[in-house]
């Protein structure tokens, strides 16, 4: 197969293109400001930069990605102007709920400046696909993505706020159209897939630094309860979920990088964990704790000395945290004693069983994407708290069929990867963290549903399609590199 060549390279002419024309947005950007509309401003100078990066990298999906990347936390607004999140993070087209208030969590997705980029990326995906169509990888991934998109938007017909089901599906189109195109980017260049993932490390430690802070910590260590910081976020509980996959990638380029550079790793693995400890997630903190125990065991069976104190010293660490933070979450919110009176996992409980006894009631008539909240057992709830069944009572039976398919399909890779890790055929450390991210998503999406959360979606499609290219790759099981 032909490797699909990229057009353009960022040479000094395309940086002294994008210098010009980004000092003439901000000139925009200031003219609103000073007749009094920051906020039009802003978004204005938003939507034009990223219209004009979108046109002019369409040639080149490389720079593309990095872009796209670099879009979705200001999209959010969780790193620049904080303080305009609600008005400044998306062109919202609310629409009025039937069954409950306006909800923040539930809303109708409007048009953000990541959407205009995953626009473009359609059309970098139209050029891989017809002018090189012997280089597209994973087409069975492509197929399957296209085939979930259609029966879900099917769903929008028996939606009670069609409106909100469009909006949703078509968030969903566009953020799997970005995974499809990073498919194509991760496994090629083993440079490229680092700075990929580096980047994507250091924009998940701007968007959830916020969470640490004084008071959070000084109430772990008191130990009488827990904060439950959120930072800028509106809920602890995503900065919590991003913390912990981040938190992997973290690990695994500490191990993968020498001294001093690793360093630099193991500092952003212990923030992640500090967000978590912070944001106080029982559901972030057992599932990281999970998959960095199985990465452990399996980085330890592959027979590779190399980086054992480092390790060693990691393990200490996390004891240390968990000693003397996480005990608090451990006593309060795990509490043998009183989780059978814990409100949350109650709540989830009857979701759960309200849910399935509303699908065998009508398995035809899906409440559609982003319409949970309407039927009557949903305890006033924007989702049901668990992926599969989110899936089968927003979208239908054939999706939620479709989505479990994928996630057996992704426990047997994993299955695989441990038993020849335990037949001492090393999979490669790219593959230990691939089968390990899995883990940790079976686990979180077992009782928690992001897919409407636009940046740590993303941010998981991200690390999901590093995952998937080293786990499903044409290339066998290699060694270690000594």
Request: net charge positive; glycine share 6%.
């Amino acid at each position: 197969m032909n490797q699909y060549q990229y057009k353009r390279t960022l040479d000094s002419k395309i940086a002294l293109t994008i210098l010009c024309i980004s000092l003439g947005i901000t000139a925009v950007a200031l003219a609103f400001y000073n007749i009094g509309g920051l906020k039009y401003g802003l978004k204005l100078a938003l939507v034009v930069w990223f219209l004009f990066l979108g046109f002019f990298l369409v040639g080149s999906p490389k720079l593309l990605t990095i872009v796209y990347l670099l879009s979705i936390p200001i999209a959010s607004a969780f790193v620049l102007f904080a303080p305009f999140y609600k008005e400044f993070g998306g062109f919202y087209v609310e629409t009025r709920n039937i069954a409950v208030p306006f909800s923040t969590l539930a809303r109708p997705d409007g048009v953000y400046p990541y959407n205009i980029i995953e626009f473009f990326i359609i059309f970098a995906l139209i050029d891989v696909m017809i002018d090189k169509k012997e280089s597209l990888k994973f087409k069975p991934v492509l197929v399957f993505t296209a085939l979930y998109i259609l029966f879900t938007a099917i769903s929008i017909f028996t939606a009670i706020n069609p409106l909100k089901a469009f909006f949703q599906t078509s968030q969903l189109a566009l953020s799997l159209a970005s995974f499809f195109l990073l498919l194509q980017l991760f496994g090629e260049n083993e440079n490229y897939d680092k700075w990929l993932i580096m980047i994507t490390l250091l924009l998940a430690i701007g968007v959830t630094i916020s969470v640490i802070n004084k008071d959070a910590i000084m109430t772990l260590l008191h130990g009488s309860w827990i904060s439950r910081a959120a930072g800028r976020f509106t809920n602890p509980n995503p900065p919590a979920l991003l913390a912990g996959m981040a938190g992997i990638f973290s690990f695994y380029l500490f191990l993968k990088n020498k001294f001093p550079l690793n360093l630099i790793f193991l500092a952003a693995f212990i923030l992640f964990f500090l967000v978590i400890m912070c944001a106080g997630s029982r559901n972030a903190l057992i599932s990281i704790l999970v998959s960095l125990f199985t990465f452990a065991v399996l980085y330890f069976r592959s027979n590779r000395k190399k980086g054992f104190l480092l390790l060693l010293l990691v393990i200490i660490l996390m004891a240390f945290f968990m000693f003397t933070l996480g005990r608090v979450i451990l006593m309060i919110r795990l509490n043998p004693e009183t989780l059978k009176y814990d409100t949350s996992i109650l709540s989830r409980l009857i979701l759960w069983r309200n849910s399935i006894n509303y699908f065998i009631k009508s398995p035809f008539k899906p409440f559609g994407p982003g319409n949970f909240f309407y039927f009557s057992g949903s305890l006033s709830m924007p989702f049901a708290h668990n992926f599969l069944i989110n899936t089968l009572v927003e979208s239908g039976l054939i999706p939620a069929l479709m989505l479990l398919v994928a996630m057996v399909a992704g426990a047997l890779r994993v299955i695989k990867v441990i038993i020849l890790t335990f037949k001492n055929e090393h999979p490669t450390l790219e593959q230990l963290v691939s089968a390990v991210l899995l883990v940790y998503l079976f686990l979180i999406l077992s009782i928690d549903q992001f897919l409407y959360d636009g940046s740590l979606w993303r941010f998981m499609l991200v690390f999901l399609a590093f995952a998937i290219t080293h786990l499903w790759r044409n290339k066998g099981i290699t060694k270690y590199a000594t």
